[in-house]
């Protein structure tokens, strides 16, 4: 069965600097991989994910993620952060279409990203 | 393009009374459909799917449940609310993985 690891609770970083939120995962065969945002009492927003090709994937919000298979890993990662982008971030991966049964989406347990002025 | 209705946006109720919580996709057909529930701002608990109609799987027993009447449509329901039912309610789609906007549900 996939999982999804997120394990920092809370990523704090001040405005104008790099940051990264950490990912990784477990799944057979090769990933579908999601991240997605969410402010404060509204759904979910899809940010961006990675099927095939460019390990390096473009997002909205100049959001990015790294697609590493050999250490498993989804990072999500932006070259310089706003006070805007403080919310909460999950990423999600599902296994690979088939022809029968079905896929299912699990999520990680969420990041709090807190973007300081 | 695809899109998620979800409805009501927020809703309080009192214990031991019945929901039902609509979602209604639009721009694509025989998705597969999931009910998660997030509890406390944080993760979410897969509660429902749906691969068609009529076909439902259930990821945890609790007080709910889940109908696929139409090829769009995914129903949330309960006969009795109970106070832990309480939580924000968000329904989605693949293979886009489109969320709705969520429903908060507060039984009181």
């Known amino acids: 069965a996939q999982s999804v690891a997120q394990p920092e609770d809370q990523v704090n970083v001040a405005e104008g600097n790099p940051l990264t939120v950490k990912c990784t995962y477990s799944?057979?065969?090769?990933?579908?991989l999601f991240w997605y945002v969410q402010y404060p009492n509204r759904g979910l927003q899809f940010l961006l994910k990675y099927i095939t090709g460019d390990n390096l994937v473009k997002g909205s919000y100049g959001f990015e993620a790294e697609f590493n298979k050999s250490q498993t890993s989804f990072h999500l990662k932006k070259p310089s952060a706003l006070v805007s982008d403080s919310a909460l971030y999950f990423c999600?991966?599902?296994?690979?279409?088939?022809?029968?049964?079905?896929?299912?989406?699990?999520f990680g347990t969420g990041t709090r990203l807190l973007v300081s002025p | 393009s695809q899109t998620i209705h979800q409805w009501p946006a927020t809703l309080v109720q009192p214990v031991g009374s019945p929901l039902s919580l609509e979602c209604t996709v639009e721009g694509t057909s025989n998705p597969n459909l999931y009910w998660y529930r997030q509890a406390a701002g944080r993760g979410l608990q897969l509660l429902f799917y749906?691969?068609?109609?009529?076909?439902i799987s259930s990821e945890v027993p609790q007080n709910l449940s889940a109908s696929r009447p139409q090829d769009r449509q995914f129903i949330l329901s309960s006969k009795k609310l109970l106070l832990s039912d309480s939580g924000f309610y968000l329904c989605a789609l693949t293979p886009k993985a489109f969320f709705g906007q969520g429903t908060r549900l507060t039984v009181v």
């Open positions: 799944v057979s065969g090769n990933p579908y």
């Open positions: 749906s691969v068609g109609i009529g076909q």
């Open positions: 999600a991966v599902r296994p690979p279409p088939l022809n029968t049964g079905f896929q299912k989406l699990v």
